[in-house]
Structure formats: structure tokens, C-alpha cells
């Protein structure tokens, strides 16, 4: 087994049993979680000018392991069967949702940008560790059509509302409803039954049309959540028809 290919197993897709591999997720994810928790803690005040060198050494460190990484998948991934070309298998692999996640986690500072927001950024890299993340991946994924459809029918209910709320209100309440932009801030609190109470009609018609958006609302919302609902189901059947199981005593082999 060449050097390569046993790098790629070790960082990409490890067997069953393979320690090193192991051990190198375990680092990754470690450094990750580290690097959220000084976010959190650095966002107080008095941690802040208490640690300031321990957060500068801790941001340098992991800009030099997350920038290692990356290289080290971009030249190793020639290994797996759909990246086999030097050159052009290397620039579809780095154009792979999880290669750009990746390159995400430190290219933005080495443009100057604030490394408080760079930590947020390498969250996105938990879901290569996390199977429970990688199985919502492959939900969403897998009802992206319908998803889609929902949204826009939630956009046009959006802006369909937020236009008859505008000319409801526009005389009687200008200040809250002066244009169609300021009453979609309304109908977005209303539809998601957020409720703030920053802004409400006080025309009957308006008062009227607002209880009917707000039961809308419920409904309207539910659609993405039965959607992924039933998605996660089918994602657990499928997996259990996947594995075999003994005929006499129904235990998984």
C-alpha cells in the first residue's frame, strides 16, 4: 500500500478498527469544540484581556492544523475513484461541499478577517465527525425538491400577505405599515407565530386579515417540519433493511 493511499484511509474513510484514523477524527473534533469554546469565552469581557496570548496561540495553532488538513485531503483524494485525475480530480474534490467547509475554516485569515468569526465558520466541520449530522445531510438532500417548493410557497404567502396588510393599514397606521417592505417584517413575526408585538393592525379589516394569517401561519410552517419528519423515517427503514439479520432469531448479524 503506498503512502498516499494509506494517508487518504487514515483522514478520508477509514476502516472499521483503524485506531490511527481514529485518533486523527478524535484530534479534529477536539480542536473544533476547542475553538467554540474560546468563541464563547472570549466574547466576556474580562476572559478576553485575562487570556488574550493563550486565544492568539490557540487561533495560530489551529490555522496551521485545519490549513495542513485541507492539504493534506486535497493530495491524497486522487485516491478515491471519482477524483483519479492529478489535476482535475483535485478541483472537483475542492469544490465538494465538505472541501469548501473545510477551506472555510482558515482561508479567511489569511484575509484579516476577524478570527472570532472564522471559530463559527469551522462549527460547519462537525458534520464530518457526527454521524447524526451527516444523516440530517443526506435527509435534506434527499428532500431538497420539497423543500424547495415549501419555501417558495412560503415566500409567496409572504409577500402576498405583507401587500394586503400594507394596503389595509397604510392610512390608519403608517408608522408601522408605511410600505410594503415594513409590513413583511409583520408578516414574517405573524406567519412563524413569533409574536413580538413591535407592530399590529388596528383597523378592523387589518385586525381580521391578521387572524387568518396567524392560523395560516401554523399550517404553512408545519409543511417543512411533517417533510423532514418523514424523511428521518425513511432514512432509519432504509438503514435497518440494510443490515442483515439472522431469519431465526432476528438479531442483526
Same mark, same amino acid.
Given at each position: 500500500? #503506498?503512502?498516499?493511499?494509506?494517508?487518504?484511509?487514515?483522514?478520508?474513510?477509514?476502516?472499521p478498527?483503524?485506531?490511527?484514523?481514529?485518533?486523527?477524527?478524535?484530534?479534529?473534533?477536539?480542536?473544533?469544540l476547542?475553538?467554540?469554546a474560546?468563541?464563547?469565552?472570549? #466574547?466576556?469581557?474580562?476572559?478576553?484581556?485575562?487570556?488574550?496570548?493563550l486565544?492568539?496561540?490557540?487561533e495560530?495553532a489551529?490555522l496551521?492544523?485545519? &490549513?495542513?488538513?485541507?492539504c493534506i485531503?486535497?493530495?491524497?483524494?486522487?485516491?478515491?475513484?471519482?477524483?483519479?485525475a492529478?489535476?482535475?480530480?483535485?478541483?472537483?474534490?475542492?469544490?465538494?461541499?465538505?472541501?469548501?467547509?473545510?477551506?472555510?475554516?482558515?482561508?479567511?485569515?489569511y484575509?484579516?478577517?476577524?478570527?472570532?468569526?472564522?471559530r463559527?465558520?469551522?462549527?460547519l466541520?462537525?458534520s464530518r465527525?457526527?454521524?447524526?449530522?451527516?444523516v440530517?445531510?443526506?435527509?435534506?438532500?434527499?428532500?431538497?425538491?420539497?423543500?424547495?417548493?415549501?419555501?417558495i410557497?412560503?415566500?409567496?404567502?409572504?409577500?402576498?400577505?405583507?401587500?394586503?396588510?400594507?394596503?389595509?393599514?397604510?392610512?390608519?397606521?403608517?408608522?408601522?405599515?408605511?410600505s410594503?417592505?415594513?409590513?413583511?417584517w409583520?408578516?414574517?413575526?405573524?406567519?412563524? &407565530?413569533?409574536?413580538?408585538g413591535d407592530a #399590529?393592525?388596528?383597523?378592523?379589516?387589518?385586525?381580521?386579515?391578521?387572524?387568518?394569517v396567524?392560523?395560516?401561519?401554523?399550517?404553512?410552517?408545519?409543511?417543512?417540519t411533517?417533510?423532514?419528519?418523514?424523511?428521518?423515517?425513511?432514512?432509519?427503514?432504509?438503514?435497518?433493511l440494510?443490515?442483515p439479520?439472522?431469519?431465526?432469531?432476528?438479531?442483526?448479524?
Amino acid at each position: 500500500m #503506498s503512502v498516499r493511499r494509506r494517508v487518504y484511509e487514515i483522514i478520508e474513510t477509514a476502516n472499521p478498527g483503524d485506531r490511527s484514523s481514529r485518533l486523527v477524527d478524535v484530534c479534529i473534533l477536539t480542536l473544533i469544540l476547542v475553538n467554540v469554546a474560546a468563541l464563547v469565552l472570549q #466574547s466576556i469581557p474580562e476572559v478576553d484581556r485575562e487570556y488574550t496570548k493563550l486565544f492568539r496561540n490557540l487561533e495560530l495553532a489551529s490555522l496551521v492544523v485545519f &490549513t495542513l488538513e485541507y492539504c493534506i485531503r486535497i493530495w491524497s483524494c486522487v485516491e478515491a475513484r471519482a477524483f483519479r485525475a492529478p489535476m482535475l480530480g483535485r478541483l472537483r474534490f475542492a469544490c465538494t461541499p465538505m472541501a469548501l467547509i473545510d477551506l472555510a475554516a482558515f482561508a479567511p485569515a489569511y484575509l484579516g478577517l476577524d478570527a472570532r468569526f472564522i471559530r463559527i465558520l469551522r462549527l460547519l466541520k462537525l458534520s464530518r465527525y457526527i454521524r447524526a449530522m451527516q444523516v440530517f445531510q443526506r435527509v435534506l438532500i434527499r428532500k431538497r425538491m420539497e423543500l424547495m417548493v415549501t419555501l417558495i410557497i412560503i415566500l409567496i404567502l409572504l409577500v402576498f400577505t405583507s401587500c394586503l396588510m400594507y394596503f389595509a393599514e397604510r392610512h390608519a397606521n403608517s408608522d408601522q405599515f408605511g410600505s410594503i417592505p415594513a409590513a413583511m417584517w409583520w408578516s414574517i413575526v405573524t406567519l412563524t &407565530t413569533v409574536g413580538y408585538g413591535d407592530a #399590529s393592525p388596528i383597523t378592523p379589516l387589518g385586525q381580521t386579515f391578521a387572524g387568518f394569517v396567524a392560523i395560516l401561519g401554523i399550517g404553512m410552517f408545519a409543511l417543512p417540519t411533517s417533510i423532514l419528519g418523514a424523511a428521518f423515517l425513511e432514512e432509519v427503514n432504509d438503514k435497518q433493511l440494510a443490515k442483515p439479520f439472522c431469519p431465526h432469531c432476528g438479531k442483526e448479524i
